[in-house]
């Protein structure tokens, strides 16, 4: 969990035995090219840790995948729907690159919260940016042009292309993958 630190400091600063605390009730788990964190009709009752490589969000619909999310490490994620309402997940978590990955159980964490005010500062900071991600998202599917997706996810990732098949950014993005060909040639000639 080297980088562990690194990415909680993005959100708060917690104490030496807050983060100490917190990486306690994580445990490796091994996770390969392609492999599943976890998959739709799983109830899902941890958090997880992803300390390095890239990974997707999707959801399977009529046999089709809609990419939902890219996840790049280090992030934490967790699927707060199967969670709270102890209900199997619709979304499947695949890795895209071999990874570094650690999972809590997230009672242990909520556990942690109550007695220690930075790591429920750090889960509260989470919570708001996932927030604002996904609106952000939504707002872009009603507003912005399929053009202006694509250039806005290579402005905010720009290795996306060379980590994620592109395949799976037509999805994300909505579109087919023949459409996203032409979007990227004529975002070439801008």
Do not use: W
């Not at 690159?97 to 159980?105: L, T, V």
């Not at 707002?139 to 694509?150: L, T």
Request: glycine share 4%; net charge positive; hydrophobic share 40%.
């Amino acid at each position: 969990m080297e980088n562990f630190k690194m990415f909680t400091t993005n959100f708060v600063e917690m104490s030496e035995n807050e983060l100490s605390l917190l990486q306690e009730v994580f445990q490796p788990i091994k996770v390969k090219k392609m492999d599943h964190v976890f998959a739709a009709g799983s109830y899902v009752t941890e958090l997880f840790f992803f300390d390095s490589g890239v990974f997707r969000a999707y959801a399977l619909k009529d046999g089709e995948e809609f990419t939902t999310k890219f996840l790049f490490g280090p992030t934490i994620y967790a699927e707060l729907f199967s969670i709270r309402k102890h209900q199997p997940t619709f979304l499947n978590i695949q890795a895209l690159s071999d990874c570094e990955c650690y999972k809590a159980n997230f009672i242990a964490i909520e556990r942690l919260m109550i007695h220690h005010p930075g790591i429920r500062r750090l889960f509260l900071k989470l919570y708001e940016n996932i927030y604002m991600t996904g609106v952000k998202r939504q707002v872009s599917f009603m507003i912005d042009s399929q053009a202006k997706r694509y250039t806005d996810l290579i402005a905010e990732n720009p290795k996306i292309l060379e980590q994620v098949p592109l395949q799976y950014i037509a999805s994300f993005l909505g579109v087919k993958p023949e459409t996203l060909s032409r979007i990227r040639k004529g975002s070439k000639n801008l």
